[in-house]
């Protein structure tokens, strides 16, 4: 599975999730893209996209996307 985690992930995180290719969005090239533009490239190359951004679905139409979104819930996010 590919793994996208998004910027406001703190990206040793990806070390945790092992057997499955996990990127950041800087390593992915794609720091500079706003939400949607930034899941309408990720859902044609990863399968779920990671987030700690509980605003995404009220800024977003996420039915739009082919793409799982996972929104964490955590204290913080570093």
Do not use: Y
């Not at 990806?14 to 090239?29: F, L, M, R, S, Y």
């Not at 899941?39 to 039915?63: C, I, K, W, Y």
């Amino acid at each position: 599975m590919r793994v996208l985690l998004d910027e406001c992930v703190d990206r040793r995180l990806a070390g945790d999730i092992q057997g499955h290719d996990v990127k950041t969005v800087p390593e992915a090239g794609w720091a500079a893209l706003k939400n949607g533009d930034l899941l309408g490239r990720a859902q044609h190359e990863f399968d779920p996209f990671v987030t700690v951004d509980r605003n995404l679905p009220f800024q977003q139409d996420l039915s739009r996307f082919s793409i799982a979104i996972i929104v964490l819930r955590a204290p913080s996010n570093r």
